[in-house]
């Protein structure tokens, strides 16, 4: 995984699978979004997750998987959103997931 | 800042301000947080940002601020909760919110 956060940009995504506890879905999950981070062109960051079981009034830990991603300029996501690997992975896979949330922040200066 | 997003604990949180247009408010907020970031033994990462302002129906663009910090352990992120730097920010700050919503996540391996 690339460790480095770009602060430029952060695009941050929730997915609810439909079948949460079935192997077979989170696996085809898993293998059909790893291949497309490991060939797109243009995410940094790559940190792929699932809730942390952290049990506090303010946590959402509905969703089954986490993806936070960082890109150098704001052009480099939506070139991203673009690519053909991308496309790919949400024809492949958009049938496994009932719900997606995005966030996407661009980093702030110091005051 | 620290650009390593640390792979096995991630804390993403999302604020809603109460007067997200009012200048004094966002600064306040900013340098409290910035101040408690500054000092906190276990937050890495650290990336502060805004809406990016990416137009899709997928897209929640409503929030105030982000913030994404990585953690080497679910035991630091634990610890940060509890450090003085951060309840001393939350008590300086929560007037300034209406609203967190926070997703926290462990990485995954590879499958």
Do not use: C
């Not at 936070?68 to 690997?85: H, N, P, V």
């Amino acid at each position: 995984m690339d460790k480095k956060l770009d602060p430029s940009f952060t695009h941050v995504v929730y997915f609810w699978l439909n079948n949460p506890d079935k192997v077979e879905d989170r696996t085809a999950f898993e293998q059909s979004l790893r291949k497309f981070l490991s060939v797109s062109k243009y995410a940094k960051t790559k940190f792929i997750g699932v809730p942390a079981g952290t049990p506090r009034g303010v946590v959402d830990g509905s969703f089954t998987y986490s993806l936070i991603l960082s890109f150098s300029s704001k052009e480099e996501q939506d070139l991203y959103q673009k690519e053909d690997a991308h496309l790919k992975f949400i024809e492949e896979s958009e049938h496994l997931w009932k719900k997606v949330v995005v966030y996407d922040s661009v980093g702030i200066k110091k005051t």
